[in-house]
């Protein structure tokens, strides 16, 4: 985690991120702990034929893109926890490293949630699958359309963060000098 600039004062953007070397899904929030705001969403869908190293660039430039168009002030990202392989986990944190470089390039604070934190914060369970993930995200964000998984997935860490951003922001000013 880098650069906790506090609540107040307003509304925070920010873009949450599911990364993945095959399909990126981000989605873009505002919110001040009291109300939420959808600005946007998406899946980055690399071409298959492009070499790994060209999969990296082009999720780093199209989240740069999709960044300098919103001008989001945090990223939140969902931790690795478990891949099928080794070979598939590794790919997975390189493309999570494009994401995030992205973020940093722009100036972004970075933060990372679990998977289990992004859930409980949506769903209010943990354990959700991604049919509920997709119907919760649908609901807070009065979305009607069908949704990708990745793009709900990168709403919930969006909306995880500005969650957890406010309640910190309230214990801190809650707490006796």
Excluded at 129 to 146: P, S, Y
């Amino acid at each position: 985690m880098r650069g906790d600039t506090g609540v107040a004062g307003g509304m925070i953007r920010t873009i949450g991120i599911d990364p993945g070397s095959r399909y990126t899904g981000y989605g873009l929030m505002e919110g001040d702990g009291s109300q939420l705001r959808h600005l946007d969403n998406g899946t980055i869908r690399v071409p298959t034929r492009f070499a790994f190293p060209d999969r990296l660039k082009y999720i780093y430039d199209e989240l740069s893109s999709v960044i300098g168009r919103f001008r989001p002030t945090d990223m939140a990202v969902e931790e690795v926890f478990f891949a099928k392989n080794v070979q598939s986990a590794l790919r997975l944190g390189q493309a999570r490293g494009a994401a995030m470089l992205a973020g940093v390039n722009a100036g972004l604070a970075m933060y990372e949630y679990s998977a289990l934190q992004i859930k409980q914060a949506v769903v209010g369970y943990g354990r959700a699958g991604k049919d509920q993930i997709v119907q919760m995200i649908r609901h807070l964000c009065c979305l009607r359309e069908a949704m990708d998984p990745n793009a709900a997935d990168a709403l919930a860490a969006a909306i995880c963060h500005l969650n957890t951003r406010s309640s910190r922001a309230r214990w801190n000013d809650s707490r006796p000098v």
